[in-house]
């Protein structure tokens, strides 16, 4: 079967702009988590979505926010971007349920540079 | 919320010995510990994972170790090979995954 989807893999962005990042997660997954990835900073967790609603949400600004459609597929955007949002953005889905022992399977991420 | 710590961040080994990477982690809640590997540009992979029922669980070359009490959990990889070089994350979660900050193996031919 498919696996998780991103979109799109390389943007370039200038700082101040916004973006809009898409994950679809595998078929029958009705979780989708977002991960930040830099250097040194290993995996920081973003939000998770399952079933349209933001289940969990990490420690960043407010410039980053998400939202989950119907069909599963994910979309995170950042706004006002600034030099330090460079980064790999990592989707993730699961079946996601509720004990928290959900094996995650990842997409390939989006790189995004902001000059 | 939960704090993972991972050591160490960088680790190079002969091929064929023994590699063992450690985590801790800060919420005692917290029951599900998974490991991933990711390889050079590549996206992170689950290799093993224990839950907090269990001390130990082995796959192949592959073991993780969890003491709950002293809140810290281990993964040992024997006879490694040259495959093995990657970024391994360890992981805690109660509801969500918090990630260690990564380590790079290498593996010395």
Request: charged share 20%; hydrophobic share 30%.
């Amino acid at each position: 079967k498919a696996g998780v989807t991103q979109t799109p893999r390389y943007l370039i962005k200038t700082r101040g702009q916004q973006v809009t990042l898409s994950c679809s997660p595998i078929s029958g997954h009705r979780s989708v988590s977002w991960y930040q990835q830099t250097p040194g900073q290993g995996l920081q967790f973003l939000f998770e979505y399952f079933s349209e609603t933001q289940r969990n949400k990490g420690n960043f600004p407010g410039r980053f926010s998400g939202r989950q459609f119907s069909n599963s597929r994910s979309e995170m955007n950042v706004s006002t971007l600034e030099l330090g949002d460079s980064a790999l953005y990592l989707c993730a889905s699961s079946f996601g349920g509720l004990s928290g022992a959900n094996v995650l399977t990842f997409g390939a991420g989006s790189r995004l540079t902001v000059l | 919320g939960e704090n993972v710590e991972q050591h160490p961040s960088t680790l190079s080994v002969q091929e064929g010995d023994s590699a063992v990477i450690k985590c801790t982690y800060s919420d005692s809640a917290s029951n599900y510990f998974p490991w991933y590997k990711q390889e050079l540009g590549k996206r992170p992979q689950l290799i093993i994972d224990i839950r907090s029922n269990v001390g130990e669980k082995k796959d192949q070359r592959i073991a993780v170790t969890l003491n709950k009490t002293a809140k810290h959990f281990s993964l040992h990889i024997t006879e490694t090979q040259p495959e093995d070089s990657a970024v391994y994350f360890c992981a805690a979660s109660r509801e969500k995954l918090t990630f260690g900050t990564g380590t790079r193996l290498t593996i010395i031919p």
